[in-house]
């Protein structure tokens, strides 16, 4: 654990900080997870709970309390990277300590790695912790369910690879600032960028098709919705204008007693939630050659900065 003592050594407060949010949430998150459960243990008794026979098993006792848990750990999955991340080069610089530590360290590679390798350690370890919290509270509100896309960036791996990335685009920041306040302030702005980015590419690793009703959310599935049109009885494309004409039309002939072959058919285009492995494999090894790039260009920038 010399790496972890060395971080925290050298980060005290922004260490501290990142824990104390980390282990907090995700205590929250398993809190929440093992009550839920708790409640389907009732199922098959004769005064078994709502939770057990519906989709929605806990919107109306946990939703709220769950939502507000997983929107802080969406929020801590960017913040706590940018907390851990800017200072490392940032302070260092700004203190003018880096003038007197990199002409002794005599490879500046050397001194970049013993400063950033523990930090992303102890990262890996709190962000890993709660996103394994966050995957298994997504899990526990959704007990009939394959959970698919839901909640996706903000649980399981795809939550470690995103914050990761976040981390080492915090510390370029540092390093190409060299100004802790306004490095901070960019990497706000920076971590809303990247997951925007992250949700608009995420349709395109795979192609999108068809969804079945197996595969749709009425299905009892989470699948990553990427378009919806109506179709014809004829098996043909209809706008919604004359969608509204021919329900019109058949109803008044046949009335409640209208054959639904007759009607417009609802068809939902996406990926189904069978394939997000597939996803998150692509998505994680693009996230992780990005990260590593960006380490790259970080060693580039501290190998060529003069110290102010």
């Known amino acids: 654990m010399t790496w972890a003592r060395l ?17 907090g949430l995700a205590a929250a998150a398993i809190w929440l997870t093992f009550d839920m459960r708790s409640v389907l243990k009732a199922c098959g008794t004769p005064g078994e709970p709502k939770a057990c026979n519906v ?8 939703m709220q309390t769950v939502m507000m848990t997983q ?19 940032a302070r260092e610089i700004e203190q003018k300590t880096a003038m007197i530590a990199w002409p002794l360290a005599g490879s500046r ?7 950033v390798v523990p930090v992303l350690a102890v990262a890996l370890v709190l962000i890993g912790v709660m996103a394994f919290a966050a995957e298994q509270l997504a899990q526990a509100y959704f007990p009939h369910n394959d959970i698919g896309f839901d909640r996706h960036g903000s649980r399981g791996i795809s939550m470690v690879t995103r914050s990761v990335l ?13 100004r802790l306040l306004p490095a901070l302030l960019i ?22 098709a068809e969804l079945t009703q197996s595969d749709s959310m009425f299905g009892g ?43 417009p058919q609802e068809v939902f285009y996406g990926i189904a939630a069978s394939r997000y ?28 900065r003069r110290p102010e």
């Open 277 to 304: 492995p597939e996803v998150l494999l692509r998505e994680s090894a693009a996230v992780g050659a990005a990260s590593v790039l960006i380490g790259a260009f970080t060693a580039f920038v501290v190998r060529r």
């Open 55 to 62: 989709i929605f098993a806990f919107q109306d006792t946990h």
């Open 221 to 263: 599935a989470n699948p990553l919705n990427t378009g919806f049109e109506y179709r014809a009885p004829d098996g043909g494309p209809i706008s919604d204008e004359n969608v509204e004409a021919l329900q019109q039309a058949v109803y008044e002939e046949h009335g409640d007693a209208a054959d639904p072959a007759l009607l």
């Open 7 to 23: 971080a925290f050594k050298l980060q005290p407060s922004s260490i501290g900080f990142a824990t104390f949010v980390c282990l």
């Open 109 to 115: 590679l050397k001194w970049l790695a013993w400063r």
């Open 71 to 89: 929107l802080g750990i969406g929020i801590a999955m960017y913040g706590v990277p940018i907390v851990l991340g800017v200072p490392i080069l």
């Open 187 to 208: 990497g706000i702005a920076l971590a809303a960028g990247v997951s925007t980015g992250m949700d608009a590419a995420l349709p395109h690793w795979v192609e999108s």
């Open 166 to 178: 976040v981390l080492m685009a915090a510390v370029l920041l540092g390093a190409v600032i060299g």
